[in-house]
């Protein structure tokens, strides 16, 4: 079997567990639950999930307990793109090919089926016996910090201020490194503390995590650049119509897909690094392949 | 000293921990820390905070560790103020006689800072390290029950759903029990875990915020009916323009009244059940007496 399909495997079980997650956290309000099910619902990669699960795995940790985890993780993606997509921010219609969550219901269920996401992924989080008391307040905390005013929302902010004026190379990185990154490198250490993966290893996939995250980000701005419309299921160009800074604004097309490729390198080496190193009586070695099947599925998608 | 001045002090200092709390958490985006910073800022009785800090002193605890829970409590009780006023929302303009957050900044960074604090307060809760694990976790957990999808949110969804429609008195206090109640219950049990108070206590205290949070939103509907703009600091009957349900608008304005005066006699039953079978040597008995202080408040305010 190969990496791919175990990752299939565990995916599979994972959004059953992630649809049926919300029943337990969301009844009190029917149409709140609606809202929050149809927005988690819509199709998504699950990204960040499969980068806990994968963590996971390496370190011969407990599924079991990596899903919770991964859910609250994805509710908080789920719920950023809610809100990033209301008029008063990205203003989109759609998203992945299906009406945006105020599209399909309203402004204001949108934005409380965001802050219901957000707030809830907490106590589905805490809630998890299973997990030492310990673990349960890293957990929490580093997922606040990764999503809160000195992470991802202070990425969406920088962004929004960036949007009237020309931002450097640098300036962009700071951006992402709030607004995406946070959630990636919480992704990883979230399954290395879950799967009690040595100290060594844990600070290489850290920084496996930190190139991937930039990768993700820069393959995303190409991908709205190179794609059309019925490929990437949003609105082509959008991003250049909001006068928004990306990679490809800043530094060109070609230049932006060199860097692309300087980030998946800087990643791969970290998987190298591990190879080398790791004691491989401790972790499930195979389980590495799939952090650079990751990478490949980056370098695809931008249509190499 | 009476009672009233002892809380002013606690007030006060508790105000000074509050603005300052803000840098360590947001210091990322100064525009999200300034937009935080405001609407934390302006004005705001600090009504569920002052309830942490009654039970803690209550029960002998130490009110350094009460300070950032309440001070949590109250970032999330500021980004519910935000969400709320919104357009999609209830369209406010004036908060307290202030500009609110979306009118002063932007719809954007209003959504923003609402996420910000929402998702920091959990930050700065579970980073009290002087608090044990299992007390970090129980009022994170409570904290985001109290305002997720099967608390605070659903309230407001359901609110958000009655307005087309002539609600029952049940379904009123369901809404009401879950928008404003569940936050103020979740400040006394916090209040009582921190400062350990004994069992019998507790759920006497719990039974005494129900009926607290029930008699606080009958006088914040009847605030709306009886007082005009310039007293209440925003627009007048903004309610009854908006076909909300409110319980003078269900039950006329004198048996709301008579309500509200029901409600404040069975909370202060539960002190006076306290006050008859409590252990003196492990509380502060004198305590007590806020409490009944703080229905007087409720009472005045309502103009009697």
Redesign the interface.
Known sequence: MSNQALLSNELNQFEEFLVGSLEK?????S???KA?RYSLSTGGKRFRPLLVIAAVKFGKGSLQQAFPIAAALEWIHT?SLI?DD?P??DNDDFRRGNPTT?KKF????A??A??????????ML??QEDLS??K??QL??G???A?????M??G???D??GESQELTIEQLEYIHK?KTGALIEYAISAGCLLADIPVNASVALLKYAEHLGLAYQIHNDLKDVVFNSAQSGKESKRDEELGKNTYPSLLGVEPAMENLKQEIELATEQIELIKNSIDVSKVDIDTLGVFIQLLDYVKINVGA
């Open positions: 956290y969301a009844s009190d309000s149409t709140l639950l929050m719920y809100h209301l008063a921010m105020h309203s402004e204001a269920i934005i409380l965001g802050d219901a996401l957000l707030t809830s992924a907490f106590t805490l809630d008391l310990s349960r307040v929490a905390k997922l606040s910090e999503a809160g005013s000195n992470g929302v202070a969406q902010m920088e929004i201020e709030r």
